[in-house]
């Protein structure tokens, strides 16, 4: 009798501790976090944690909220293999994406399985055209196209403009943004150069750049390729403008010598917007990493704190936390406040924000011009 006593005890002890934890609520997050993409996936994450602890600082749930990461390396098999796990063992409803090709190849998971999918980084347009599931915090790069060219053509007189690109989605879907967008102010794109997406040797790339004697140079790649096909543009004799996107807003190409004049675009925030939501999320930021926070940390910020809203609306409403609810309350919400900005999204799940353009100069990039809209 003793040890049955004991048993039931014991059982209702575990019973106890699951429902006490039941309400505990974890997300998944599919970052490069080793390779030569990784520097990302620490500013992605920086960003996404900093969110967490506000949401539970606040108890704006019910129970915990944790984030379960995943390695994707950048590369869209390891995002699938990723992918899989967080889907079918860790069993999130939602789950953090980066990069065009990864996303990509982790949609059609997403869907079959009702898990939301919130990116954040990666800005190929057709990341607008994934299904219900699939969201973006960040405008993609047809917008950032859209948005320098114009100021490159009109505002500098750059005309001529060679393109070198990563040969993936994301690069091919620049050159045909640029070469679209050149013609309608008049300008050209005067040769378009690809390169693999692990090459780190572009010194023959630089030599016919040079042989078309462009205005300006749009460079269409990320991570550490990118600060080399600066670095090595530069090295061999390559001098003129070089613009490029969001991705160049990273610590690494930044700190770059050979970037010094470069401008790129990216979505414009107030961050003297006099709301407790940008105060907190810049104060805390500086507190912990000693620097002002980046498009990419703002936007896996607004990321997961859109999911503590969702998921805090469907906790008051007695709905379970899942995907499919998650987007029907998503759909029910007419702006969320973000950092920097009140927004909607669009019924394609894209935030259309604001373009800003930028220059690299001595202490980092400073805004130089917004867009016109």
């Known amino acids: 009798m003793k040890k049955l006593l004991a048993g039931l005890a014991l059982c209702q002890g575990l019973t106890l501790s699951s429902l006490g934890h039941a309400t505990d609520l974890a997300i998944g997050a599919l970052f490069p976090l080793s ?65 065009t090709g990864v996303s990509k190849a982790i949609a059609p998971i997403g869907t079959r399985s009702k898990t939301v999918m919130v990116n954040g980084g990666g800005v ?12 973006n915090t960040i405008p993609l790069v047809d917008f950032e196209v859209r948005a320098v060219v114009p100021y490159l053509v009109k505002e500098r007189g750059l005309k001529r403009v060679a393109l070198v690109y990563v040969d993936d989605p994301l690069g091919q879907s620049v050159v045909k943004e640029l070469q679209e967008e050149l013609g309608k102010v008049g300008g050209e794109l005067v040769g378009s150069f690809s390169v693999p997406a692990t090459a780190q040797q572009f010194s023959g790339v630089a030599a016919r750049v040079r042989d078309v004697k462009p205005d300006a140079v749009y460079i269409a790649s990320y991570g550490s390729q990118q600060g080399q096909i600066v670095k090595q543009l530069r090295d061999n004799g390559v001098s003129q403008q070089i613009a490029s996107y969001s991705a160049f807003a990273i610590p690494s190409t930044l700190s770059l010598p050979e970037a010094k004049g470069a401008i790129f675009t990216s979505q414009k925030v107030d961050w003297e917007k006099a709301d407790d939501i940008t105060k907190r999320m810049l104060q805390d930021y500086k507190k912990q990493h000693g620097k002002e926070p980046n498009m990419y940390v703002l936007n896996y910020y607004n990321a997961v704190r859109t999911f503590g809203v969702l998921a805090a609306a469907l906790e008051k409403a007695g709905k379970p936390v899942t995907g499919e ?49």
């Open 325 to 373: 609810n998650l987007l029907a309350q998503r759909k029910a919400t007419k702006t969320f406040d973000f950092v920097g900005a009140t927004v909607s999204f669009a019924d394609n799940g894209t935030i259309q924000a604001p373009i800003q353009i930028n220059e690299i100069g001595e202490g980092g990039a400073k805004p130089i011009a917004d867009a016109a809209q």
């Open 124 to 135: 190929g347009p057709d990341l607008a055209e994934l299904g219900d599931y699939f969201w």
């Open 35 to 99: 390779g030569s993409n990784a520097e990302y996936g620490q500013i992605f994450s920086s960003g996404a944690n900093l969110a967490v602890e506000h949401i539970n600082a606040d108890k704006m749930l019910s129970g915990k909220l944790s984030i379960v990461y995943e390695d994707s390396q950048a590369l869209p098999m390891q995002g699938v293999i990723g992918m899989n796990k967080l889907v079918n063992v860790t069993k999130v409803p939602f789950v953090l994406s980066a990069f």
